[in-house]
Each structure stands twice: as C-alpha cells, then as structure tokens.
C-alpha cells in the first residue's frame, strides 16, 4: 500500500473509533477507491496514562508506545496520527524515536483558536494527568478546572464512558455550562478523546466547543489528500 497515514489509537478504543469514523464520513467519496489509506494500531494495553503521570510507579507506558513507534517505522507512513490527547506528554520522546512527522492534536487545536479569532478566556477539559502535564498549556494560555469541576469530568471520562460505555449528556452538559458560566470562557477546548465522542453523540449541543479529536480529523484529511495528489502528480509527470 502506498501514500498511507497510521493511526496510534486504542486509547481508548471506542474514542478512536469515533476518530475513524470521523475521517471515514468526512472524506468527500463516490466510490471505495476515493477513500483514504490508513493502518490502524489500536493499542489497548497500552497501560494507563494519566496513572503513570500522576504516580510514577505505576507502569511507565512509554515503552509501549515506542514499540508501536518502531513497527511503524518499517510500515514507512507518511505520517502518524497519535489519537490521545495525556499520551501527548510523551510526544516528544515519541517524535525523536522517528523520522515519520507525527500530529499533534493539542496543537492542532491551539491552531483552531487563532483561526476562530478567539479573543476570551480558553477552558480546557481532560483528564487529571493532562491538567497535572499542562499539554495544552504549552500551547495556549487556558482555564484549569477547578477541584469539583476536574471530579465531574474525571467521573465522566472514567466511570461513565470508559467503564460503563455510557454518554452521560445531561453530566456532559453541566460541565460544559460550568466551564462557560461559571468560569467565565469564550471557549471551552475538548482535550480528551472521551469527550470528543460524548461530543460526537451529544445532541442539540450549542456551546463554544473546540472539539480537539474533531480538528484532528480534518487536519488528517487535509494532509492525505494533499499528499496523495502530489503523489499522483509526479506520476503524471513521468
């Protein structure tokens, strides 16, 4: 297969097969051919994140992820899609095991701001390892969550969708009528891949979300067809 992009999900699965169905319906196509080409690692034992940052003597996932680094180094992508927001904590280490460009999704999202003209305070919502890493705050001055609020969306992420596969709208909603009213936010960035799905599934939603697995997708897009044309022209050029 050639002029392919790889996916680094699993975490958790049924977030990144929300990320794919995402691109798969977003994909303008009249006939299978037109899709995108893409190999999919969902790496669900990849161990817990958010555990290993707050408490480093939980298992370190890092070597995990660079095995899955390394088999896509012989696969030769174009590029990998790393679709989970605390894993961006490792991107660096990550990015340095590889000379294949790797998204990055908190980044992509701070791009959405700027291009949106977002002038007011930015929330952010993700679970407690990426608040405690500041992921996003390398990127973009934002809100952190206060004690109760993190507790709601932790519970949401956690025990809601991850354990019970349950998308609690009427929870989601309170956070996000939280994070606007109360702390005040013009935006409010989804920073976790849980979320993205609640958001994808949540109905007559109309706060100021800045869905970051959204924008990821389409930045996903983007860059494969861009690349798959410009494979296609230098093969008419010859």
Excluded: W
């Excluded at 790393?82 to 660096?92: G, I, K, M, V, W």
């Excluded at 990550?94 to 007011?120: K, Y």
């Excluded at 009427?170 to 799905?197: H, M, Q, W």
């Amino acid at each position: 297969m050639e002029n392919f992009f790889s996916i680094l999900g699993g975490m958790g699965t049924m977030a990144t097969e929300s990320f794919v169905r995402l691109i798969n319906h977003r994909t303008k196509a009249t006939k299978d051919q037109e899709y995108l080409n893409y190999v999919l690692f969902n790496h669900a034992t990849v161990p817990d994140r958010t555990a290993y940052i707050l408490d480093r003597s939980e298992e370190n996932p890092v070597p995990f992820l660079l095995d899955d680094i390394e088999k896509q180094n012989l696969l030769r992508p174009n590029f990998i899609v790393l679709t989970c927001n605390t894993a961006h904590y490792f991107f660096e280490e990550l990015q340095a095991a590889t000379d294949i460009p790797i998204l990055h999704m908190p980044r992509e999202a701070a791009n959405e701001l700027v291009r949106q003209h977002t002038t007011g305070r930015v929330a952010i919502l993700g679970t407690e390892g990426s608040m405690k890493a500041g992921i996003y705050e390398r990127e973009v001055e934002t809100v952190i969550p206060d004690t109760a609020l993190q507790e709601k969306i932790n519970y949401l992420i956690y025990h809601e969708i991850k354990e019970s596969d349950h998308l609690n709208q009427e929870l989601y909603y309170e956070i996000l009528e939280e994070a606007v009213e109360r702390l005040n936010c013009e935006k409010v960035i989804l920073g976790c891949t849980e979320l993205s799905l609640m958001h994808e599934f949540a109905e007559d939603n109309h706060y100021p979300v800045i869905d970051a697995q959204s924008i990821l997708a389409d930045r996903t897009i983007e860059r494969a067809l861009a690349e798959r044309n410009e494979a296609l022209d230098t093969v008419s050029e010859k």
